[in-house]
């Protein structure tokens, strides 16, 4: 699955198909995390959503991984145009199936419109690696696509998914065929949802969710940053060659 394709072309699709209301459901939390110290956004795609989350949080780390290197070129291209600090912010292309933070590192992880993108046994995998670096206590903020329970919404959105799977199987080579819930690899991660907002006849949602302040060891183990290549250094917010491999171009 790749999104390299897509990267610069990406923004202005969403616009047409969406208008403003995909970012209006990546931020409809973001004002509920204002104490986030230290902050892992995967799948982050273009960079909306960090440019946000840096005005918000000024101080913060964060960290940004995704599988695409030119999205995630185009994400500190927007970040450094933004004006915005971009110290304390890195960028590592990585696959979040075998990609593996260290563990109980972060406050806040973030996943907005990424982790529809697969199969559930997959998906389950995803949400164990990620769910590895979320500390006691952690948040974790998810805006995706779901399917109404009845009624015209959810032939509605069954139609608008079948449109929308074909196309980013075609484009992207894209795993998943229909959307998988998250929900219950959250709860077996000791994740509690706290908030959930529906919108556009239930067709998208947001949700604020919490970790247990004590909980069980995650599923995912392993050495922290394995298949990484970090391609943006903590400070200054620049490309620089991460482990002995170049750095994509900006």
Known sequence: MSFDLLARHYRWMEWVLAGNKLQRCRTAFLGQVEGARNILIAGEGNGRFLVECRRMLPHALITVVDASVRMLAV??????????????????????????????????????????????????QVVANLARGAAPGAVWLLADFQVPVRGLRRYRALLIHALMYAFFRVATQLPARSLSQPDDSLKAQNFTLRERRTSEWD????DIW???????????????????VSIGCVTPCAPTAGRGLPAPPG
């Not at 994400?75 to 199936?97: I, K, M, P």
């Not at 067709?203 to 947001?206: D, F, I, P, Q, V």
């Not at 919490?210 to 394995?226: F, K, T, W």
């Open 75 to 124: 994400a500190r291209d927007r970040l450094q145009r933004s004006g915005l600090d971009c110290h304390g912010v890195e960028f590592v292309h990585a696959d979040a199936l075998s990609w593996k933070p260290e563990q109980s590192a972060y406050d806040l992880v973030v996943t907005h419109f990424f982790l529809d993108c697969f199969p559930r046994r997959q998906l389950e």
């Open 203 to 206: 067709l998208l949602r947001s």
């Open 210 to 228: 919490s970790r247990d302040e004590v909980h069980s060891q995650p599923l995912a183990m392993g050495v922290s940053g394995r298949g990484a």
